[in-house]
């Protein structure tokens, strides 16, 4: 078997959950990481518990300021940067009419923009040195609306279109683009669409871990793949789904009631151990 090319990796959202996760298994394949996130406390943690291959640096994703300083730093250290992850993101429950303007605001600012600002500021380093990877951490929510998650939907709809517009139009260039699109995946995200009782659709199907999840994103790497789903043999009648609102508009009160029940159940078993 060819051995994987070692390469150095920008993972945002990485102090906790996926971008964790990913930075972890991605040091374990012998590659270096350099964790973003906002939570400073957090991803300082995660990249003392690494060791050795995984440093830690503050990022807003919403700054193009700090952007640009993340970006200095990374090729600081590593004289290069191979892949961008973009991964970080935040979530405001509830049914829209009951989350504040601000909150849906914030949901596009960083969901949305913030991948897209990271994106942009990459590129032209990308183009410079002759090669680079955009990885965008998607989710299937970019194919089907959610009741309580309307805003984070319409985010994750806008970071495919934007993804795959710009991978369009660079398709002569040096730089590969990839996007995957996690299904339910046990993060502090997912605890906090559990308090709700407006996502009950989030607790439609087993959610997976974020260790999965890495393996998964990791691999689609290696592989250059231009688009992942989770699970695959969803993908399809998914993707059809969210295409056919009639339809969508039939069903969703029957998903939403499968949803409760697991989410009570989800609940009751965290009561137990607890």
Not at 76 to 84: E, N, P, R, Y
Not at 105 to 112: K, L, Y
Not at 176 to 183: N, V
């Amino acid at each position: 078997m060819k051995k994987a090319k070692i390469q150095k990796l920008l993972i945002t959202g990485g102090a906790s959950g996926i971008g964790a996760a990913i930075a972890r298994q991605a040091v374990g394949r012998g590659h270096q990481v350099l964790i973003a996130d906002c939570n400073v406390r957090g991803g300082t943690a995660v990249a003392d518990d690494i060791g050795e291959g995984a440093s830690f640096i503050a990022l807003d994703i919403t700054s193009p300021d700090q952007w640009r300083m993340a970006l200095d730093a990374a090729w600081t250290k590593f004289g290069a940067l191979d892949v961008l992850i973009n991964n970080a993101a935040i979530v405001h429950t509830g049914y829209a009419r009951n989350v504040a303007i601000e909150a849906h605001t914030e949901t596009m600012d960083v969901n949305a923009l913030g991948p897209m600002r990271g994106m942009m500021a990459a590129l032209p380093r990308f183009l410079e040195q002759g090669h680079g990877h955009l990885v965008t951490i998607c989710s299937m929510t970019a194919f089907i609306p959610f009741p309580g998650l309307a805003s984070y939907a319409a985010a994750k709809h806008a970071l495919r279109a934007f993804h795959h517009g710009l991978a369009l139009e660079e398709r002569d260039s040096p730089i590969d683009f990839t996007i995957i699109h996690p299904t339910s995946t046990e993060t502090p995200m997912l605890d906090k669409e559990a308090e709700s009782d407006e996502v009950p659709m989030a607790f439609l199907q087993p959610s997976v871990t974020p260790d999965y999840v890495a393996t998964v994103v990791l691999d689609a790497i290696e592989k250059k793949k231009l688009e992942v789903f989770m699970p695959p043999e969803a993908a399809r009648q998914v993707r059809m789904l969210g295409t056919n609102p009639r339809r969508l508009a039939k069903i969703v009160a029957m998903a939403e009631a499968v949803g409760a029940k697991n989410l009570q159940e989800r609940r009751a078993g965290l009561e137990r151990s607890g």
